[in-house]
């Protein structure tokens, strides 16, 4: 199985800096449909996972354009600029490229 | 609009069982593989198991196999995990998902709690 180490796995930020976490693919996440089946989700205390961004870099409509997406191949990157309190919780990337799909570690944001 | 709604989860003792049904709307059913997966807070989300929209195809993850069946009635837009011998190691919040190339479409979780 395909297997996505995220860093880092504790990310403190002050409110109103950037933050950034990354996710890296022990193999190239390029389907051979040409597509990148790479997601971004947000899991927010007592809520259910909130997808942020799929296929790399689009952003799921209503997701502020705070959050952005990037990478390839097996290097990806969810920026948040501008981090609001709201932004707090943890973050999953996932990949649906190669089956069975499979989850990061998670990224737990908290504010300083 | 995608609806998909979990339900059956609950308390119950090691070695028990319980059944989880996920009802989807908003969709042609058959078209679609489902999925179940979970999130524990120490262990983060893990993908259990998907079944192809006409039941030729199933998979189980290592963790699971040989404990929980997944089965769907398409006649009911109904999707199933029946989970037996259950371990403490099962607690968790349960989800079904449509599988698409997007992944959004979740259910809004069922909680199992198994305790000694």
């Known amino acids: 199985d395909v297997v996505l180490t995220q860093s880092p796995l504790s990310l403190p930020v002050t409110l109103g800096q950037s933050a950034s976490i990354s996710c890296r693919s022990s193999?190239?996440?390029?389907?051979?449909?040409?597509?990148?089946?790479f997601i971004w989700f947000q899991e927010r205390p007592g809520q259910s996972p909130r997808r942020l961004i799929y296929?790399?870099?689009n952003r799921v409509s209503g997701v502020p354009d705070r959050f952005s997406g990037s990478g390839s191949g097996t290097d990806f990157t969810l920026k948040i600029s501008r981090v609001e309190a709201e932004d707090i919780g943890i973050y999953y990337c996932?990949?649906?490229?190669?089956?069975?799909?499979?989850f990061g570690q998670g990224t737990k944001l908290e504010i300083k | 609009q995608v609806h998909l709604v979990d339900s059956g989860g609950g308390l119950v003792r090691p070695g028990g069982s319980l059944r989880l049904s996920c009802a989807a709307s908003?969709?042609?059913?058959?078209?679609?593989?489902m999925s179940w997966i979970r999130h524990t807070p120490g262990k983060g989300l893990e993908w259990l198991s998907h079944?192809?929209?006409?039941?030729?195809?199933?998979y189980y993850a290592d963790s699971v196999k040989g404990r929980f069946t997944i089965s769907r009635d398409n006649a009911k837009n109904s999707v199933y995990l029946q989970m037996n011998s259950l371990r403490v190691d099962d607690t968790a919040v349960y989800y079904c998902?449509?599988?698409?190339?997007?992944?959004?479409?979740w259910g809004q979780g069922t909680p199992v709690t198994v305790f000694s």
């Open positions: 193999q190239s996440l390029l389907h051979s449909d040409g597509d990148t089946y």
């Open positions: 296929k790399v870099s």
């Open positions: 908003g969709f042609t059913f058959t078209d679609y593989y």
């Open positions: 998902m449509k599988i698409d190339g997007g992944y959004g479409d």
């Open positions: 996932m990949q649906g490229t190669h089956w069975p799909p499979t």
């Open positions: 079944i192809s929209g006409r039941s030729e195809v199933k």
